[in-house]
């Protein structure tokens, strides 16, 4: 039996806090807006939100999530899920290789 498919959600950019936040290669960076202004997001970033809060964690996708902001878009499609706060600050290439 195969797991559902996680929900994604419209989350707002502003309420969503950087916890372990990594410098970027501007190159790199600028591919990724164009990419996502062109094509779409194609594949979600991962939040946490904590009990009694509005606020959600970044897990993983800061770079999708800059470039959202960089377009101007006030939300992003999101996979909330359940993720201590340690967690959040754990680097993406050290995460499961596949959902990074």
Excluded: H
Aim: hydrophobic share 40%; proline share 9%.
């Amino acid at each position: 039996m195969t797991a559902p498919a996680p929900e994604v959600r419209l989350v707002p950019v502003d309420a969503i806090t950087v916890l372990n936040p990594r410098v970027r290669n501007k190159r790199v960076f600028q591919e990724l807006v164009t990419s996502i202004a062109r094509l779409g997001l194609k594949k979600p970033i991962t939040v946490s939100q904590r009990p009694g809060r509005s606020r959600y964690d970044l897990v993983c996708g800061q770079g999708r999530l800059e470039a959202f902001i960089a377009l101007g878009q006030a939300q992003i499609p999101a996979i909330v899920v359940d993720a201590s706060e340690e967690d959040c600050c754990v680097p993406a290439w050290k995460k499961d290789p596949v959902s990074g």
